[in-house]
């Protein structure tokens, strides 16, 4: 069973940086999969970056894409999300996903897109928020 813990939130002013981690246990062929999903008051959860954690490959939605960068420990049991020039916009409750990847494909294909349905362990997730 997967286990996923978030941490590093908080109250930033807008251009600042700040990095959530994501502590993850349980079998690895269960997480093969993991994103970063984001939710504003009033708005739909959005994807913002996945990571195939056995290769390494990285997909950015293009909201973050520049400024955002998902990156994993040596033992790929703590997942990274650097957040760099913080906009208003950012603030959000973030939250970590993970599932197996796909059979034959692109492992973690069309997993960045839509609100994450497809993911099968969540974290209680980490707020951030930006103000000007």
């Known amino acids: 069973q997967v286990h996923l813990v978030e941490s590093g939130g908080g109250s930033v002013q807008a251009g600042d940086s700040l990095r959530l981690s994501c502590a993850a246990s349980g079998p690895t062929y269960f997480r093969a999969c993991m994103g970063w999903f984001r939710q504003a008051p009033g708005k739909e959860r959005e994807g913002i970056g996945i990571i195939y954690t056995i290769g390494g490959a990285t997909q950015y939605a293009d909201s973050v894409k520049g400024r955002f960068t998902i990156s994993q420990d040596s033992t790929k049991n703590v997942l990274h999300l650097q957040m760099d020039s913080l906009v208003l916009d950012d603030t959000a409750m973030y939250s970590c996903?993970?599932?197996?990847?796909?059979?034959?494909?692109?492992?973690?294909?069309?997993?960045?897109?839509?609100?994450?349905?497809?993911?099968?362990?969540w974290g209680q997730g980490t707020q951030v928020t930006v103000s000007s």
């Open positions: 996903a993970a599932r197996p990847a796909l059979a034959g494909g692109p492992p973690c294909a069309g997993m960045l897109a839509g609100r994450g349905d497809e993911y099968t362990t």
